[in-house]
């Protein structure tokens, strides 16, 4: 019973650190030379890494072809 109790505590003081540590990455992740981004912004693209695309672009044509289509 001890045993569990201490496993809860350890589990719930390592996932506050990954929250942290998750939080500090993207406040990392949202500066440049330019200046900060908003961490919901970053956020989004972050997630938006991991999608698959959608297309392939082969020249600025192409690209600015599909982007007139949007």
Do not use: C, W
Request: charged share 35%; glycine share 4%.
């Amino acid at each position: 019973m001890a045993n569990s109790t201490k496993i809860a505590q350890t589990t719930a003081r390592l996932k506050e650190e990954v929250k942290l540590l998750r939080s500090f990455v993207i406040g990392i992740a949202g500066k440049d030379a330019e200046g900060e981004y908003r961490p919901e912004f970053v956020e989004k693209i972050l997630v938006a890494l991991k999608e698959k695309p959608t297309h392939k672009f082969e020249s600025a044509k192409s690209f600015l072809s599909q982007l007139r289509k949007t």
